[in-house]
């Protein structure tokens, strides 16, 4: 396999309103842990990753920064050099703004980039390595999938337009992985067009609107992403009734975070636009 640098970023500037907490999504706790924290811990544990840059919103940039270091995932000057480089970049108010923020701050030209959100907060490592791996195989643009189990209605206000073949249809997770420079490329050339007759709902359409060819790899039901309370209170049952090393670093002595006893994190009573 190609030995090239793979920077993940992890989209951690949204407000999340409609979770109803109150502080931003991705610093609600989770079994003592945030979900930014699990996500980020996740990109480590997949041992694939070179280098994580989190995208926080500017009110929580600082807050962010203290949390990871707290938690000893920053590294200081005695981390090991095997370590994958952890820092803080700040977001923009719509996550393709952010997302371009975080491909403007790689240092590297050539590589791979992940792009995941810190809301999937269980996501396994060996899924963000799958992905990875795909790209780092060649493909320019890989999305994990996993099948759509409903029935899916075309619909025009309450009028039904029509039933998709659900057998021909996936439910898109992250992280999707990337070519960097194809990545890059690709948001130029969007953020260019005064009008670009689409709106990016994630990074893989904007490669598709772009040109390049989009592969599929297995995803994971436990890469669901933490939206709603319902979807809070799922992963607190699996987190609560899971052995503790599936989803947790060892460090019971470890602070506890903004939300879990009363203390308000930064940020926690402003708006922001980015709503994810």
């Known amino acids: 396999m190609p030995d090239r640098h793979v920077t993940a970023l992890v989209a951690a500037a949204g407000r999340g309103t409609r979770l109803g907490a109150r502080v931003p999504k991705a610093f609600v706790p989770l079994r003592g842990r945030t979900l930014l924290e699990r996500s980020v811990t996740a990109m480590v544990t997949a041992e694939v990753v070179d280098e994580i840059i989190v995208l926080a919103s500017a009110d929580m940039e600082g807050y962010a920064a203290d949390l990871l270091a707290r938690r000893g995932v920053l590294p200081d000057a005695g981390a090991s050099s095997s370590a994958p480089r952890v820092r803080i970049v700040r977001g923009g108010g719509e996550r393709a703004d952010s997302v371009w923020a975080g491909l403007q701050a790689i240092e590297v030209t050539q590589g791979v980039v992940l792009i995941h959100d810190a809301a999937r907060a269980l996501t396994p490592p060996g899924m963000i390595a799958r992905v990875a791996r795909a790209v780092l195989e060649g493909a320019p643009a890989v999305i994990p999938v996993l099948p759509v189990v409903d029935t899916v209605k075309r619909v025009d206000g309450a009028r039904v337009l029509g039933t998709p073949d659900r057998s021909a249809l996936r439910a898109v997770q992250t992280p999707q992985g990337f070519d960097l420079a194809a990545l890059r490329?690709?948001?130029?050339?969007?953020?260019?067009?005064?009008?670009?007759?689409?709106?990016a709902t994630d990074d893989a359409s904007l490669m598709e609107w772009h040109g390049a060819e989009v592969t599929c790899v297995q995803g994971d039901p436990m890469a669901f992403k933490i939206t709603t309370p319902l979807d809070l209170k799922l992963a607190q049952t699996i987190v609560d009734e899971a052995e503790p090393t599936v989803f947790d670093v060892p460090d019971s002595a470890a602070p506890a975070d903004a939300g879990a006893a009363g203390e308000a994190a930064p940020g926690s009573n402003s708006s922001a636009p980015e709503t994810d």
């Open 185 to 199: 490329a690709a948001n130029e050339a969007y953020f260019a067009e005064v009008e670009p007759g689409f709106t």
